[in-house]
């Protein structure tokens, strides 16, 4: 595997201050690789040790384990971890929360001398983590007047078109179907009289970060997406959302509509076959995967590192060298 350029990351003079975050698209090994370096690196940095930091934004719910690929207990090798099960079912997540407890979790882990590793998939809540951003307010008046509008025939369309002329840089930034972001865009417009691209993260960090991303041949990571959507159903994931469902899950504004979740309810309902839901999962999250390659293709301070399943070269052990190296550059 080739060296990849660390010549823009940042030198420090208290490396075990540097936070570390493993990103890239669903279903790259980011967990493992997580565990790998809080395990490793400590002792490297002058850390006692390592301690992970979710960046999943489904993974702040309780019971929802599997959907999620939430690492069990008994395999995250004593390694606590941070936002994870924080949140009921009943509740909705909220990045600035998450910004605001997330960064608390980072700063005890500093100050017991250890090594803060994040580690997920959510684009956003990564950015609002890592980087230098302010969350504008919310007006609950407001936002459940855009929220009715998008459930009326052709809402959400409507409201994405508003977006377009309002803010076409969001509009382009945003999935013409995601009716929850668009909401969100369009009552910062309103509530700031600004463009909510304004508000978007800079590429800027808040603290001193390196961050790494796993990158797989496309056909190779959709082939280990088939594989673990598969699992997930032989483990149980319609079993793990009908208890859910019994909890409240179908009548939640984010966590019913979740991919798994909204083909399992769809099982549950009869609606469809556990192989369509497989089919249906697989499809979305390969989508999903492309999307975040493309978000996180922006970021000029990400170091990619290459995997592949052909090759010692760019085994997951050959990763975790990589990544070690470019984490220890830093402090030379």
């Known amino acids: 595997m080739e060296m990849p350029n660390t010549a823009s990351l940042p ?43 979710s960046a999943d934004a489904l993974q702040l719910y309780r019971g929802m384990d599997i959907g999620t690929a939430k690492t069990p207990i008994e395999e995250r090798r004593g390694i606590p971890h941070h936002q994870i099960d924080v949140l009921e079912i009943s509740d ?52 459940k007047r855009l929220e009715e509008e998008s459930c009326q025939p052709g809402g959400v369309a409507a409201l994405f078109h508003r977006l377009e002329e309002l803010d076409p840089v969001s509009a382009q930034r945003i999935d013409a179907h995601n009716a929850r972001r668009i909401i969100r865009a369009l009552e910062v417009i309103e509530l700031t009289g600004k463009p909510y691209s304004s ?3 800079q590429y800027m960090y808040a603290a001193p970060t390196v ?70 999962v697989a499809l979305a999250t390969r989508q999903l995967a492309r999307r975040q ?12 590192i290459d995997r592949s399943v052909d090759g010692a070269t760019t085994s997951a052990e050959a990763a975790l060298q990589t990544a070690r190296r470019v984490v220890l550059s830093v402090l030379q």
Do not use: C
């Open 11 to 53: 030198r420090l003079a208290q490396p075990s201050q540097l936070i570390i975050a493993v990103v890239g698209p669903t279903a790259s090994g980011k967990s493992d690789l997580a565990l790998d370096l809080a395990q490793s690196l400590p002792a490297d940095m002058g850390a006692h040790a390592g301690e992970l930091v």
């Open 92 to 143: 909705e997540a909220s990045v600035a929360s998450y910004q605001r407890y997330a960064r608390a979790d980072i700063a005890q882990i500093h100050a017991r001398s250890n090594l803060a590793v994040v580690a997920g998939g959510s684009g956003l809540y990564q950015r609002a983590l890592l980087d230098q951003i302010d969350f504008p307010g919310t007006d609950p008046q407001l936002r």
């Open 199 to 201: 508000s978007m993260p």
């Open 211 to 280: 961050m790494l991303a796993l990158r797989w041949p496309m056909e190779e990571l959709d082939q280990r997406i088939a594989q673990r959507t598969r699992l997930m159903f032989d483990q149980g994931l319609v079993e793990e959302t009908r208890e859910l469902d019994r909890l409240g899950l179908r009548h939640t504004k984010t966590a019913a509509k979740a991919t798994g979740y909204a083909q399992a309810l769809a099982v549950i309902d009869g609606d469809m076959t556990i192989p369509e839901a497989i089919d249906s």
């Open 293 to 304: 390659v493309k978000w996180l293709r922006r970021d000029p301070r990400i170091v990619w």
